[in-house]
């Protein structure tokens, strides 16, 4: 397993990595899953299995579900990062949840929470807080 020490030391490059993903991600779901008319049409006419799934997934994104999740995770690793613990995962996580929310029609909270999560993992290293150690040098 990755240390988040050296995690931390890469960066930008998994945050850029992980939007890039992200990106690819959504940009199939949308055009791929959400917006095809012809999918709502089998939908409303044979009813197959994905259908549940699909409309599960549009009710989630009419009510900004992405946009809270990445906003919450964004807000916890601010928390972390005032507790002097390392928010390193929580701030990709909300990276990673609010640029599929850019994608996904959750763009207003969704932008909120990726400027707050890049704003945590631009801090600078030196004052990142220290992990598996005892604080003495």
Known sequence: MIRMTRLRA???LPGAAL???TA???YGVRYGFVEPEQ???ACEKARPWWCGPRTAF???TEWNGLGWASLALAALALVWLARRRDPTRLALAAL???GAGLLL???TLSTVAVVVAVLV???PRHEAPELGGDGAA
């Open 10 to 12: 890469l960066q930008p």
């Open 19 to 21: 939007a890039f993903a």
């Open 24 to 26: 690819i991600i959504a």
């Open 39 to 41: 999918l709502g049409a």
């Open 58 to 60: 549009i009710v989630f």
């Open 96 to 98: 990673a949840v609010g």
């Open 105 to 107: 029609y959750n763009a």
């Open 121 to 123: 993992l631009a801090k």
